[in-house]
T-cell receptor
Framework: EPEVTQTPSHQVTQMGQEVILRCVPI?????FYWYRQILGQKVEFLVS????????KSEIFDDQFSVERPDGSNFTLKIRSTKLEDSAMYFC?????????????????FGDGTRLSIL | KQEVTQIPAALSVPEGENLVLNCSFT??????LQWFRQDPGKGLTSLLL?????REQTSGRLNASLDKSSGRSTLYIAASQPGDSATYLC????????????FGEGTQLTVNP
């Protein structure tokens, strides 16, 4: 069964450094997402991406964050200047186009995550 | 603001028992509700998705129900097995937010052999 793959599985970075988290969504999917989960807390939405632009972002997704689909297969999350509070598990997800005209009601499929540790 | 709550936070049962996990949400204007399984240190595996117009969905030993007007969903697991041990998360997609999922904090299930 096709799956979302994320690399690296664990990233350790010094505070203030830039980090890029990489994701390969399921090949025929058109909607892409990033979520994060701070240890012991709920999974939180960061951003969604469709048709080469951000379709929705949360209040967490400030100017330090950016997303890109540099080619036909990869989807990346960049954090420009990392802070200690950015330490979390970051999940990429993707979903296919809905058959219905209204909304996007297809399930989101998640990768195994990248554990980001900021020192 | 949508809030999703899951009860209980943790549950320990003997193998073979049938069990129910609960999820409630404060704003009933949702597109759908999705149940996930999360194993320690792993990602989220989608189990079931219920559209807002549906009352229930079944997959194998899993059955999820949705009462949209009262803001509740349940996940029923029949004949539980030790391999079912994991954290179960529910998440809603709201009509007004477009694409984001709002998650509950999860129920940590342990099935004892």
């Amino acid at each position: 069964e096709p799956e979302v793959t994320q690399t690296p599985s664990h990233q350790v970075t010094q505070m203030g450094q830039e980090v890029i988290l990489r994701c390969v969504p399921i090949s025929n999917h058109l909607y892409f997402y990033w979520y994060r989960q701070i240890l012991g807390q709920k999974v939180e939405f960061l951003v969604s991406f469709y048709n080469n632009e951000i379709s929705e972002k949360s209040e967490i997704f400030d100017d330090q964050f950016s997303v890109e689909r540099p080619d036909g297969s990869n989807f990346t999350l960049k954090i420009r200047s990392t802070k200690l509070e950015d330490s979390a598990m970051y999940f990429c997800a993707s979903s296919s186009r809905a058959r219905q005209v209204w909304g996007n009601s297809q399930p989101q499929h998640f990768g195994d995550g990248t554990r980001l540790s900021i020192l | 603001k949508q809030e999703v709550t899951q009860i209980p936070a943790a549950l320990s049962v003997p193998e073979g028992e049938n069990l129910v996990l609960n999820c409630s949400f404060t704003d009933s204007a949702i597109y759908n509700l999705q149940w996930f399984r999360q194993d320690p240190g792993k990602g989220l595996t989608s189990l079931l998705l219920i559209q807002s117009s549906q009352r229930e969905q079944t997959s194998g030993r899993l059955n999820a129900s949705l009462d949209k007007s009262s803001g509740r969903s349940t996940l029923y697991i029949a004949a539980s097995q030790p391999g079912d041990s994991a954290t179960y998360l529910c998440a809603v997609k709201e009509e007004t937010s477009g694409s984001r999922l709002t998650f509950g904090e999860g129920t940590q299930l342990t099935v004892n052999p």
